[in-house]
């Protein structure tokens, strides 16, 4: 998964440590809707959460943390920011092997609960922030099941580190938040700037005077490419196939005003001359898509400091291993993956739903929203002594509970039809997927060989039920890679 890699780069030098910029695509919610800006926060790989409003060192085996700010926290107090741990940020838990397979609202709303239970009970007391949809705390726990992360990661120095936590720690930590003028963005820009001087700036002309997330994400990433010594890495977090509204990429002024097809006739209407205008400047001067970025900086090259990692890469990298341009093109291949292995995995999904057909586990792709949505209506869900989700739902009288949690869905706990139910529906919405919404091919594999273990349950389940039938021989499966 996207996140064991992140550990693996984390774990492959943490003499070097780094800041990110986040881009958080947009949610089809309020003004998002209109402005289709998305939401910038800061990521921080050796700084980590005291409180969630003092910062500290990371101590051994800590991944850092997101500090994120917003119109409001919604807390008792109308901070500025909240630090939570990273993996809090993205899967709404803290052990990245307990993070939700499948996105659903009440999934999302508890692991709220969870975090404002155990971190927030001190700053979150009155009514309006414990029940409030609108208390923007919220937003900073589970991103990845409301939308995808982008995270552009420069290296930092001990030095800079403690520099920030001591003079981040002594400034108020008091809401002035302004749309226009003290948005998200700004204030991942003068955090950024901290560390490096002018590394991200405003595009007033493309933003009609505003700053936007896109615009931090943008200029930070041309900051780092005029600088190599930073070894610019972006990590790509794709929002988890369930029921939650998909996100959409974040988008800039003029390129929301030339892309978006409600704003362009309402604004030609009174203006006729700004959506050729703003068509003319996007085109010429504002192009930036964080996929390709993604693409062209593959952060899991770093990961090549681990053994395991590395013995396995220079297998596959054979004579060739030395030539760091061959080495950039096949790690590509191996997170992004080829046309014909997403072809051939559409290919190898059609051959287990004529299967699961055939065995009455499913009625077809169309079954898929109906489990979806009976799940999401009639299941209860509960945490575990590790903070992992399960998921009861009773029909008939009979009670049945799977893992929603990435360990458990194929725990011998969970039961083997629901979680190969669950894994198919996801696996059916992930080959869906717009490409900045889909997983890497590299995660593919990792999620595919899931899917093959429930799919081994699920037959050796039936053989057992049913001994008066012969035993199903399984269906062979393209090995992959």
Known sequence: MAFVLFLATLCANRAAADVGVILDESLDTSVARITGSGHSAVYLSRVCPESPIRLRLCRAGETGSVISNYTSLGEDQPFEWNVMPLSVYLYGVEDPAA??????????????????EQYLAEYCTSESCKTSDKAEWRETVGATLSRSVYIFVVNTSVEQDLAFIKEFNSRPNVNHFNGFSRNCATFTRGIVDSFF????HADYFNDFLMTSPKAIARSFTHYALHHPELNLRVFHFAQLPGTIRRSTEARAGTEQLFRSKKLVAPVARFVPWLPTAAAGSYLLTDRFNPEH???????VLQAVGDPAIGAEKLRAYGSQANDPGTQLRDTRLQIDGTAEEWKQSHEDFDGLMEEAIREGTVTGREYFDHFAKDIDEKGTLSFDSHGALWLEITEGGRTRQVGASADDIVDPSSDSELAYTL???RTDRELKSPKHLRETMAEFRDNWQTVEAARARTLVTFATADKSEPQRTPMPLRARP
Do not use: D, S, V
């Not at 993070?99 to 404002?116: D, N, Q, S, V």
């Open 197 to 200: 001087h002018g590394a991200a």
């Open 99 to 116: 993070r939700p397979i499948f996105g659903l609202p009440k999934i999302k709303h508890a692991l709220e609960e969870r975090y404002r």
């Open 293 to 299: 970025e993604a693409e062209k900086h593959p952060a």
């Open 423 to 425: 894994l198919l529906t």
